[in-house]
């Protein structure tokens, strides 16, 4: 697949705001919405909680989400919206967390 550019801005880039929140946008994208951030500072904010981690799209390919990313966006430029999307996002995760910590816990005590 070619992204063509329109006067140096990707297609993704120009398109973004009418992507469903489905579709996945690479690290080049994402760059250009950062306005030109490095891939240390992309991969920083991921692990501070500012951006969602990539997901795998295959194995030598990785993406962001547009939903996940549009919130975490949105709370960067401080819109309510994207806090209380990223707020969520972040309740779910610590629960689904507990929960498998809590399955491992069981299993390993029905091994002992």
Known sequence: MVNKTIAGIS?????FDSLPDSAYIRKPVLK????????????????????????????RCSG?????LRLALAAMNGSDEGR???KAQATEAAKAGAAKRKATAVELA???
Do not use: F, H, K
């Open 11 to 15: 297609s993704a880039l120009a398109n």
């Open 32 to 59: 250009q919405i950062l306005a030109g951030r490095s891939d240390a500072s992309i991969y920083r904010d991921v692990n501070a909680g500012r951006l969602p981690p990539p997901v795998a799209l295959g194995p």
């Open 64 to 68: 962001w989400q547009v939903g996940p």
């Open 84 to 86: 209380e999307g990223r």
């Open 110 to 112: 029905g091994q002992g």
